[in-house]
């Protein structure tokens, strides 16, 4: 699986954590920066892997920064991304199994860092439901048009 990964300088530390995970877990990481802790604007870093999604040159993403809002909004305005923003285990396992998200944005500042890699995984290990859930995704995508 090939996963674009990016944040801004927030939630740099938790995007480095993320990518030697993932890249020791054997995925493929496309890494969109920020390359510090030295403040930058998100958009800069989230719009690039939303897109990579988007043209299917990825797999996934995931987008770090304080909060995780900033990169669930920036993240949705690209057609054919489904960010969600989970905070916990349940809400990221939620946002594929109901929502087939593609895009999980996270919080450096509320997350705690035993939670991490739990969320992360739950998110890459939860499958898509279908059904009455696959009605309400294309409904999603046909707003989108």
């Known amino acids: 699986m090939k996963i674009a990964i990016a944040s801004d300088h927030a939630g740099f530390r938790y995007k480095e954590i993320i990518k030697k995970y993932l890249c020791e877990k054997g ?3 496309l890494d ?20 990579e999604v988007a043209m299917n040159k990825v797999d996934r993403a995931i987008g770090v920064c304080g909060s995780g809002i900033g990169v669930s909004i920036v993240a949705n305005k690209v057609r054919g991304v489904r960010a969600a923003l989970a905070l916990n285990e ?25 939670c991490l890699l739990k969320i992360v995984d739950a998110w890459l290990n939860a499958k898509f439901e279908g059904g009455r859930h ?3 995704v294309n409904k999603i995508e046909q707003l989108e048009n």
Not at 37 to 51: C, G, K, N, Q
């Open 27 to 29: 995925f493929e990481v």
């Open 32 to 51: 969109h920066g920020t390359a510090s802790e030295e403040s930058v604007d998100y958009p800069d870093f989230i719009r690039p892997a939303a897109l």
């Open 90 to 114: 349940q809400m990221a396992e939620l946002s594929v199994m109901h929502n087939n998200a593609n895009f999980l944005a996270l919080s450096e500042r509320f997350i705690d860092e035993n």
């Open 134 to 136: 696959l009605r309400r």
